[in-house]
């Protein structure tokens, strides 16, 4: 007679039935709400036992207390002092009133890739082999068909002056600012504090000069002028001015940030310095700033962060974007070839101090027991790499050239749907520079994405090296403007983009 010993069932592979991605999901709500979850019992407690007191017990507790008035005086007292302490110390609130982007009204700007070619080799400036690697990288660059160049680009040959320069510079910042004053109906004379941020174009007087006389603004307003501090000065503008504005209450600030391409177009044959060119194109932004508490409720966002970072003492950081004149005399921008490598360090700088500033608890446990793990006990294990998804609900990550966009994108584990509001702007606008950040903000607003509380992560990089973030929060669903640079062709986007874009 045989016995048949059944089998005993194997446990499932929980990798397999259960999705980690909602095991992390449940422990990041778990450890973030820690306090809330221990809270409630602690306060059910109590309202038991109060519930269980008599009338004779409350009774008897006055009678204490009226005994030790004196106390109750001193402890009253103390919790007035420090809480005005508290509210007299703590930094003003910073709010975002609203922002234009400047979209030029003159089609004939935009240049599609047949014609930037074309009068690439008319101008008569570029060896056949330059010619032939700046259609390479238009190609590759992620760049579309609708992008602006200046109106001295398109002439022939090419008219780089003085004047055309400071009319480029007028028609970008002057079509922001006006669109940003009929949209708040805030008056010129109301700003207090005026902060322009062009790196390549600093002309005398200055472009926040320039616009003081267009708006005959205020003898007494202050006025900033930032050059020289390349893409991720538009960050650094609006730290500078939330520190003026934590000086002087009750005002306005209005940040512009701008590139100027008109003379700065490199017409030499050093392949380090036309990779500009092929990028760099017209664009400008113009935001309103307020610490005004009557603002909040008719503002887009309040300033919650803002992280610097500045490698400028490692050498090769220092001239990964370097100006200067190749051997025959012309002037231009050389990209290092070394900059991805220098940017990524960069970031994993800028990231180490905003993460305790933004990320959740979960993620900052997570993240020091790998620390721990792998410094004190030498686990083989891999870095922990944090979750920026659990700390925002919209990445803005400048858009200077797909590379870039590419780098972050692997670097911070992020998604398509993360990244396409920097993928599309520099397919429809090109690197607009510092301003590309607040196309990228304003594409995602024109989507219909933004909604309240949600949280906005703008990054940038700039020469020097620097790697400089800003973090926003929504105070209300912001709804699709007329006055987006996107109204009238958000619906087409977002849109496929070859990794090889072949013209003749």
Not at 185 to 205: M, R, Y
Request: hydrophobic residues 40%.
């Amino acid at each position: 007679m045989s016995v048949q010993i059944s089998k005993q069932p194997r446990l499932p592979d929980f990798l397999q039935s259960v999705n980690i991605k909602y095991v992390k999901l449940g422990y990041h709500y778990l450890i973030t709400h820690l306090l809330t979850l221990l809270f409630i019992p602690l306060l059910l407690g109590i309202l038991l036992e109060v519930g269980r007191l008599g009338s004779d017990d409350i009774w008897k507790l006055w009678q204490n207390l009226q005994f030790n008035l004196v106390v109750v005086l001193i402890c009253s007292a103390l919790m007035v002092f420090a809480a005005t302490v508290y509210f007299m110390s703590r930094p003003r609130p910073i709010y975002l009133v609203d922002y234009s982007c400047y979209l030029p009204k003159d089609e004939s700007l935009k240049v599609a890739f047949d014609v930037f070619i074309e009068r690439t080799k008319i101008s008569g400036f570029f060896e056949e082999k330059s010619i032939e690697f700046q259609k390479r990288i238009m190609e590759r660059s992620g760049l579309g068909e609708n992008t602006y160049l200046p109106p001295a680009m398109h002439e022939l040959p090419p008219c780089p002056t003085m004047k055309a320069a400071r009319e480029e510079a007028e028609t970008v910042m002057f079509g922001c600012l006006d669109e940003l004053f009929e949209k708040t109906k805030v008056k010129p004379k109301e700003i207090g504090v005026l902060i322009v941020n062009c790196s390549l174009f600093n002309p005398t007087p200055s472009l926040s000069a320039m616009i003081v006389n267009k708006y005959k603004m205020r003898g007494n307003i202050r006025t900033y002028n930032l050059g020289g501090m390349g893409c991720s000065a538009g960050v650094i503008s609006i730290d500078l001015a939330r520190d003026i504005l934590q000086v002087h209450g009750g005002t306005y600030a209005i940040v512009v940030s701008t590139e100027n391409i008109t003379q700065n177009w490199y017409f030499g044959n050093r392949r380090a310095m036309l990779i500009p060119n092929c990028l760099f194109r017209v664009g400008g932004a113009a935001i309103l700033l307020s610490n005004k508490g009557t603002d909040k409720r008719r503002s887009k966002y309040k300033l919650n962060h803002v992280v610097r970072t500045h490698k400028g003492a490692d050498d090769k950081s220092y001239r990964c974007v370097y100006q200067e004149q190749d051997n025959e005399g012309r002037m231009g921008v050389t990209l290092s070839k070394e900059l991805m490598a220098i940017a990524g360090d960069s970031l994993k700088a800028n990231i180490t101090t905003l993460g305790p500033l933004v990320l959740p608890l979960s993620e900052q446990i997570l993240f020091f027991a790998n620390l721990v793990a792998r410094k004190f006990f030498n686990a083989k294990i891999k870095p922990y790499i944090p979750d920026f998804k659990l700390a925002f609900d919209h990445f803005c990550i400048h858009a200077g050239g797909r590379a870039v966009i590419d780098e972050l994108q692997k670097n911070l584990v992020l998604t398509e749907k993360h990244c396409e509001a920097s993928r599309m702007t520099l397919y429809r606008f090109g690197n607009t520079s510092s301003s590309s950040i607040w196309y990228e903000l304003a594409y995602t607003e024109a989507k219909g994405r933004v909604r309240k509380g949600n949280r906005v992560w703008q990054i940038a990089f700039g020469s020097g090296f620097k790697c400089n973030s800003a973090v926003w929060q929504s105070l209300c669903t912001i709804k699709p403007s007329k006055h987006s640079p996107w109204a009238h062709c958000i619906d087409r986007y977002p849109v496929e983009i070859p990794d090889v874009y072949k013209f003749d």
